[in-house]
């Protein structure tokens, strides 16, 4: 059934949160005190394969500083820079040196350390405390950065020489920001979501075309999207469902195998300032200076948390009232934040549990709290 109003008001009283990361079908976050939570579908790193609809701590007792919710595994740096990964390992995604799966955390190969990682999909990137970024995992379309597209089980650098400042993997691509502002991006780019003007695939980091200075990138399926310093909202990519938030589905442009998109980076529209914003699978969500919540594109599980099921090509206001500290738009159909008093809302696809409401099965249109 559909949660179509109302949220979670009345729901017991749930952890707080510092930080938040939505996958596909599972979702971990960071408690102040740095213990790692995970909550949905598949390994959550608490030792079983059983899937949880409310929060369970991660094995090991670590402090985390973040964590980072893919497909099937999970990622984090410890407050000591360390990287761990747990969950499916199907293409080396964990970065242990094997291709087998791990139901807590198990250490990353190479002894090096990281400011942070992201997981995403079958893949995972990092950025050292030096500013060298690594990637692992699935590499059939380049998505590595590595200038081949042989997969990798451990951290492999990503060629170009380049200083990152974050680096933040999609499905099929990657996309990262310098620590001079540069956003360059590698991997498929059948549907001009490297952002490059071109269709053309690339297995080294490209120029984001138009000269923009950024702050963060966020990589997606099949779209982009980042933040200037201003914070002015760009994407760039695919565009049936108005992921890139420009007031249409229709282009500007047309990739032969995807249609609607944009080879180059077209401004979000409705003259917003964001603080942050973050790329989900076919839809995106970004969070202003004063800590109001907006997402567009596709939402056809409530994932853009108006109350409707109506796609948006421009942002929309997330019902509810709450003010937000951060956002993570999910990989798969729903998207979470914390709020500036660190409780944890998530609103969309509810059918692993995902939501961490203690069900699971019908979408919630609006935001719920997650809870204990």
Do not use: K
């Not at 059948?190 to 003007?197: A, I, N, R």
């Not at 995902?354 to 609006?366: A, E, F, H």
């Amino acid at each position: 059934m559909l949660a179509g109003c109302g949220g979670n008001l009345g729901a017991p009283i749930g952890l707080t949160f510092a930080g938040i990361s939505a996958g596909e079908f599972h979702t971990c976050g960071v408690r102040p005190s740095g213990a790692a939570y995970c909550w949905g579908g598949g390994e959550l790193g608490d030792g079983d394969s059983t899937g949880s609809a409310t929060p369970v701590a991660v094995s090991g007792g670590l402090a985390f500083a973040v964590v980072s919710a893919g497909t099937g595994h999970t990622c984090g740096v410890t407050t000591a820079g360390t990287a761990y990964c747990w969950g499916i390992n199907l293409f080396g995604e964990l970065g242990t040196g094997t291709t087998m799966n791990r139901t807590t955390p198990a250490v990353v190969s190479g002894g090096l350390t990281f400011a942070a990682v992201r997981a995403r999909a079958t893949q995972t990137c990092g950025v050292t405390t030096a500013g060298v970024a690594y990637c692992w995992g699935l590499n059939n379309l380049g998505q590595l950065g590595t200038g081949t597209t042989m997969n990798s089980t451990t951290p492999t650098v990503v060629s170009g020489g380049l200083a990152f400042a974050a680096v933040n993997p999609g499905t099929g691509h990657t996309c990262g920001v310098t620590t001079a502002g540069a956003a360059y991006c590698w991997g498929d780019n059948s549907s001009g979501e490297l952002g490059s003007g071109t269709t053309t695939n690339s297995t080294m980091p490209a120029a984001v075309s138009g000269g923009l200075t950024f702050a963060t990138v966020s990589a997606a399926d099949a779209h982009s999207c980042g933040m200037t310093p201003a914070g002015a909202a760009y994407c760039w990519g695919w565009n049936h469902y108005g992921q890139l938030g420009n007031g249409t589905t229709t282009g500007p442009y047309t990739c032969l195998a995807a249609g609607p998109c944009s080879m180059t980076p077209v401004a979000v529209g409705g003259g917003l300032t964001f603080a942050a914003v973050s790329a989900g699978s076919s839809h995106t969500c970004g969070v202003t200076p004063l800590g109001a919540a907006y997402c567009w594109g596709f939402n056809n599980l409530g994932q853009l948390g108006n109350g409707t099921t109506m796609d948006s090509a421009t942002p929309v206001a997330i019902s509810g009232g709450l003010t937000f500290a951060a956002l993570s738009a999910g990989g798969g159909t729903y998207t979470c934040g914390i709020t500036t008093g660190a409780a944890a809302y998530c609103w969309g696809d509810n059918s692993s549990g995902q939501l961490g409401t203690g069900t699971m099965g019908g979408p919630s249109l609006v935001p719920v709290r997650v809870v204990q």
